[in-house]
């Protein structure tokens, strides 16, 4: 079957930094998305990986290994305001998302 | 297993014509549930968001008499695509939001394709 891990839930600290891995065992590929969604609200879209290799974007910076099937988005300079759900999502072969459950990333001051 | 599931997941209709695409929420009551439309590679765009009982409420640039939403029931949402052109191909993701509002579940999505 298909697949996606995230961790449940992780706790950081304001100004640190923090990694959230992604595994996926998917049919295919044909990309990899992370999103941000707060409590209550719609999700956001924060990145999206096709190729292998390392993608930044400001204090967020996504990573994918097609190979280990493995992707991880890098928060820095955490702000409280980061505190939320962060969401992976895979594009199989036939171009249906299977999403993660979602981690719940809490910051402390 | 699936909490929110779409149907269907692929749609293949003709131009002038009109095709309906289900969202229903299997193990829990949505009050709230949000359409997404997404072009390749680019980020999910959110059409509309409905609300159980009441009009959806559509984002700017969005055509309600083109996107009909109908969140008729606690578990079910429609949306369906009139008078379609192929303009309008792209995937279609549903997502219902539980109750208490803190957790949004996303369907499987629906690829529309119109020749």
């Known amino acids: 079957g298909q697949n996606i891990d995230q961790p449940t839930e992780m706790t950081a600290t304001e100004g640190a930094i923090v990694q959230i891995n992604c595994t996926y065992q998917?049919?295919?590929?044909?990309?990899l998305f992370w999103y941000q969604q707060h409590a209550g609200e719609a999700p956001t879209f924060l990145s999206y990986?096709?190729l292998d290799g390392l993608e930044e974007k400001g204090r967020f910076s996504s990573f994918l290994s097609r190979s280990k099937g493995y992707s991880y988005l890098l928060l820095k300079e955490l702000q409280m305001k980061d505190s939320a759900s962060y969401l992976c999502?895979?594009?199989?072969?036939?171009?249906?998302?299977?999403w993660g459950a979602g981690t719940k990333l809490i910051i402390k001051p | 297993g699936a909490v929110v599931s779409q149907h269907p997941s692929r749609v293949i209709c003709k131009s002038g014509t009109s095709v309906k695409i289900e969202c229903r929420s299997l193990?829990?009551?949505?009050?709230?549930m949000f359409w997404y439309r997404q072009f390749p590679k680019q980020s999910l765009m959110l059409m509309a968001t409905?609300?159980?009982?009441?009009?959806?409420?559509?984002e700017q640039g969005v055509e309600k008499d083109k996107f009909l939403i109908n969140h008729a029931s606690l578990t079910l949402s429609t949306l369906t695509v009139t008078s379609a052109h192929p303009e309008d191909s792209s995937f279609y993701i549903c997502?219902?939001?539980?109750?208490?509002?803190?957790?949004?579940?996303f369907g499987e999505g629906s690829w529309l394709t119109v020749v």
């Open positions: 997502s219902a939001s539980s109750l208490s509002g803190n957790t949004i579940y």
């Open positions: 193990d829990f009551q949505a009050t709230t």
């Open positions: 409905s609300n159980e009982g009441s009009k959806a409420t559509y």
């Open positions: 998917t049919s295919g590929f044909n990309g």
């Open positions: 990986n096709v």
């Open positions: 999502a895979v594009m199989d072969s036939n171009y249906q998302l299977i």
